[in-house]
Every structure is written in structure tokens, then in C-alpha cells.
């Protein structure tokens, strides 16, 4: 393989609010790891930092049942990227005659079914590929408003990046559980590294369930007592303010910053400035 493919970020069929695909470069940069030790992601998401990590052993966890659910399903071959297409191939063209009462009876069958498949199509159709459930466990995010979503260039891609985490999987011996964060920390042993990337603190936290502050101090708790070395993705500042809760629970690990820019609008002067920061133990 030439470096340039080599050096090509993977990015993941799932989206999700947080997604550290920009950042992959950055963590790369600084994340330091034993190769024989155990790759652990407590808060896995879309999985785009296991996939360009590409750890031989990894323990990748999440609240999220159903992301779980579809990379299990990729693992054991039940879905494909051949899979995939048919099913985006038979729904794709009815959400185009149908629009949004198509999309929401998906999301109704969904939220019966629980189906991975499901999962994805509204994953890759809902507004701004956002991930988030009613308090009974519902999820409620609404259409993206583009009915010819599923155009065959989409389908491809998407298929292409199923096919392409399949081949990352089937290379190494991961481990996907579904489960809460601290089920994570038991597997910890010196050897091992911790990446986390919890849902943010003081900003929307609208994933599955909540991010109340006393799992955040719990979880600085545990990475501090921990054998393993961990690494936290948080954001830091912005122009309006700064996120207290690092200042005052990792302050002790080494802080690295990344400045990236978001945009409100076209105009250059709604481009505002963020802080990332990557808090390593060791
Ligand atoms: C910021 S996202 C992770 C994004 C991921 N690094 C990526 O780039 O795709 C946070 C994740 O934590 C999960 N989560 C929230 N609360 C959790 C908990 N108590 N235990 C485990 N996972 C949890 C959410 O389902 C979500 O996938």
C-alpha cells in the first residue's frame, strides 16, 4: 500500500453530532501507544478514531445499542456492503415518490424493529445525520428535506464506506459492546490506552440519554485511578466562554490544543473560533 492511501482518513457510514473526523490528524499526532495493548473507546460514536487508529486489539463500547448493533452486524458478514445497496436500492427510490411521510414511516418501523439497517437509512436521510431519542428511548430526529437523498452516488458511497470498515474489522480482533462507559475501565490494564470523547459538557447533549456532571467527575475519576494511559477529547474554549470543568478535573494531564474554525452563515465575519484539546495522562 502507497502512503498516500495509507495516510487517507476512513471515515465511517455513520454521522453523528461530535464526530472527531477533522481531528483525526491531530490524535494521530499525539496519541502515543503501546501496539500490543488494548485499544479502548468507552464512547466509540461513529468509531472514525478506531478505524484510523487501526489498533490490532480493541474494545470499542457505547450507549448507543444501535451503532453497536451495526458493526457487530458488520463483523459477523449479516450486512455488507452488497446488503446495504439493496436496501437502499428498494427504499431509496420510495422516499423520492414520497418524501417526508416516507422517511417518518422508516422511522416509525425503526422505532419498532430497531433494525441496523433502519438505523443507517435515517441515519444518512435525517437532518444533519443527527443522532438523538425521546425520553422513551424514541428516536425523534426529523427528515432532512432532500427526498432524492438516496441517489446513486450516495448509495455508493455510503457502501464504500460500509465496505471499507468491514476491511479495517476483519484485520484486527475488535471487540463492539454495547454498555456504559465504565464497563470500559475494568479491561484496563498499564499497557492499555483510553481514548475518550464523552458528550460535551455544557453544550448540547442531546445523544442517547443525558451527560449529568456527576458521570463527568465520575469519569475523571476513574481515568485518573486507572493503570491504563487515557486520553480525553474535549472542547476547551471559544470566544464566549471556556469549559471550567477541564480546568479543574484534568488540569494534571498534558494539555494539547487544536484551533478549528465553524462557520454561522457564509460571511467570513460569522466564522468563529473553537478550542479543541486533547488531555493526555502520560
Ligand atoms: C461525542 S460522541 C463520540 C464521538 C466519536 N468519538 C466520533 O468521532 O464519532 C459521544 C458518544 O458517547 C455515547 N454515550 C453517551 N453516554 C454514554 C454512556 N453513559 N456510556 C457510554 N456511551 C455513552 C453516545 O452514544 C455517543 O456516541
Request: hydrophobic share 35%; with cysteine; charged share 25%.
Amino acid at each position: 500500500m502507497n502512503s498516500q492511501i495509507e495516510t487517507k482518513i476512513i471515515v465511517p457510514p455513520i454521522k453523528c453530532q461530535g464526530i472527531k473526523t477533522k481531528l483525526v490528524p491531530f490524535i494521530k499526532e499525539h496519541v502515543k501507544r503501546n501496539p500490543n495493548g488494548l485499544w479502548i473507546e468507552p464512547f466509540v460514536g461513529t468509531g472514525v478514531v478506531a478505524f484510523n487508529m487501526r489498533p490490532k486489539h480493541a474494545l470499542l463500547i457505547d450507549k448507543n445499542q444501535y451503532i453497536i448493533a451495526l458493526y457487530k452486524d458488520i463483523q459477523n458478514k449479516k450486512i455488507t456492503a452488497t446488503i446495504v445497496r439493496e436496501f437502499l436500492e428498494y427504499h431509496g427510490p420510495k422516499l423520492l415518490e414520497k418524501g417526508k411521510d416516507y422517511y417518518l414511516e422508516i422511522r416509525e418501523q425503526f422505532n419498532n424493529n430497531g433494525e441496523p439497517l433502519f438505523f443507517l437509512f435515517l441515519n444518512r436521510s435525517d437532518f444533519n445525520g443527527m443522532i438523538r431519542f425521546n425520553r422513551k428511548g424514541k428516536f425523534n430526529v426529523p427528515f432532512c428535506q432532500k427526498p432524492n437523498r438516496f441517489a446513486k452516488a450516495y448509495i455508493t458511497k455510503i457502501c464504500n464506506q460500509v465496505e471499507r470498515v468491514a476491511e479495517v474489522i476483519a484485520d484486527n480482533d475488535w471487540r463492539f459492546e454495547n454498555g456504559s462507559w465504565k464497563e470500559a475501565f475494568q479491561a484496563a490494564g498499564e499497557d492499555d490506552y483510553i481514548y475518550l470523547d464523552p458528550p460535551y459538557i455544557g453544550r448540547d447533549t442531546s445523544y442517547v440519554g443525558e451527560w449529568p456532571d456527576e458521570e463527568a467527575v465520575a469519569l475523571a475519576e476513574y481515568s485518573h485511578q486507572t493503570a491504563a494511559n487515557v486520553c480525553l477529547s474535549m472542547w476547551k474554549e471559544n470566544e464566549f466562554r471556556r469549559n471550567e470543568h477541564l480546568f479543574q478535573y484534568w488540569s494534571d494531564f498534558t494539555w494539547h490544543e487544536y484551533n478549528h474554525f465553524y462557520h454561522i452563515g457564509a460571511k467570513e465575519r460569522n466564522r468563529h473560533p473553537m478550542v479543541e484539546l486533547l488531555a493526555i495522562k502520560r
